[in-house]
């Protein structure tokens, strides 16, 4: 089993920065994906971020630019670094971990955006 517990979600205003993280623990394999997903009110989730081992990353176009995700194997941790947050980016954030087509995912940490 994987746990995943998420953290520094918030309120900030817009242009604001905030740093998001996922510890994992359990039965973490060397091969896995992290991602971030989103899920705003009223809309379906959606994929953020994602970070394979071998450190291919991507992201959606939307962030582009603006966040950057990056692991730290020895802990077992993925981080989202949001920068230029805009209004639209409000929404509740997910961290998931896929190894050998498990999925595993975090309660979320919520995010608002608003003056």
């Known amino acids: 089993q994987v746990q995943l517990v998420e953290s520094g979600g918030g309120l900030v205003q817009p242009g604001g920065s905030l740093a998001l993280s996922c510890a994992a623990s359990?039965?973490?394999?060397?091969?896995?994906?992290m991602r971030w997903y989103r899920q705003a009110p009223g809309k379906e989730r959606e994929l953020v971020a994602f970070?394979?081992?071998?450190?291919?990353?991507d992201y959606l176009d939307s962030v582009k630019g603006r966040f950057t995700i990056s692991r730290d194997y020895a802990k077992n941790t993925v981080h989202l670094q949001m920068n230029s947050l805009k209004p639209e980016d409000t929404a509740v954030y997910y961290c998931?971990?896929?190894?050998?087509?498990?999925?595993?995912w975090g309660n979320g940490t919520p995010v608002t955006v608003s003056s």
């Open positions: 998931n971990l896929e190894q050998w087509g498990i999925n595993y």
């Open positions: 359990g039965s973490i394999f060397s091969i896995n994906v």
């Open positions: 970070m394979h081992t071998n450190g291919g990353t």
